[in-house]
């Protein structure tokens, strides 16, 4: 079974700075995907980015980065120039070939303070 | 194009009784989940569907019940409601597993 853990419940980050998220996940796939979510106050979900295991190259989108350490089981998102924008619930999620839906960590809350 | 879309947004429910939540996407998606969320537990798999015809158990399948029998829709049954199920509930889709799932709103449901 796929088990998916963020050990930060919250984080704060000054506006225009850079913040790292941590992400550990475990699986006995090799073949599988990661994601990173983000939920605002709004509730609605909404995928930042997402990471394939057999690619070495790590994912990034715009300000968004992530840090993909195969061997570790280790999948941070770090955000750069943080916008006001940005504060929100994010949640680390896994896919593999046992079980075909997502399976989430208990997010990390992030604060922007201006 | 509408994505996915739960209905209805809000419901409050006695316990004891029954409801369907509505789930409908317009992608021709393939995989549908079912989720719930709990503060501090993150969200958790419910029900998913690989295509129409199939179904099986995610985490917390216990006092729900699915079925898919077309692609576009894939409805969650609370059989009897208990007080433990107030929860936010989504529906995703995706049309494959690597892809990343498209969520619908949300469904805030208090059973009292």
């Known amino acids: 079974a796929q088990t998916v853990t963020q050990s930060q419940p919250e984080m704060s980050v000054q506006e225009a700075e850079t913040v790292t998220l941590s992400c550990t996940y475990d699986t006995s796939e090799s073949d599988y995907y990661l994601f990173w979510y983000k939920q605002p106050p709004s509730r609605q979900m909404i995928l930042v980015i997402r990471?394939?295991?057999?690619?070495?190259q790590n994912a990034t989108e715009n300000r968004f980065s992530v840090n993909f350490q195969k061997a570790a089981k280790s999948f941070s998102l770090k955000i750069s120039d943080s916008q006001l924008g940005d504060a929100a619930m994010y949640f680390c999620?896994?896919?593999?070939?046992?079980?075909?839906?997502?399976?989430f960590g208990s997010g990390t809350r992030l604060q922007v303070q201006p | 194009n509408a994505g996915v879309t739960q209905t209805p947004k809000f419901q409050v429910l006695k316990t004891g009784q029954s409801m369907t939540l509505q789930c409908a996407q317009d992608?021709?998606?393939?995989?549908m989940s079912w989720y719930r969320q709990d503060p501090g537990m993150g969200l958790r798999l419910i029900h998913y569907s690989v295509g129409a015809g199939i179904t099986d158990q995610g985490e917390v399948p216990n006092g729900y019940n699915v079925s898919r029998s077309t692609t576009e829709d894939f409805p969650l049954r609370l059989l009897s409601a208990a007080p433990s199920q107030t929860s936010v509930y989504f529906c995703?889709?995706?049309?494959?597993?690597?892809?990343?799932?498209?969520f619908g709103s949300g469904t805030r449901l208090t059973v009292v």
């Open positions: 995703a889709s995706s049309p494959s597993r690597g892809y990343g799932y498209t």
């Open positions: 992608m021709n998606h393939e995989y």
């Open positions: 990471q394939e295991a057999y690619k070495q």
């Open positions: 999620a896994s896919s593999d070939t046992g079980r075909r839906a997502l399976t």
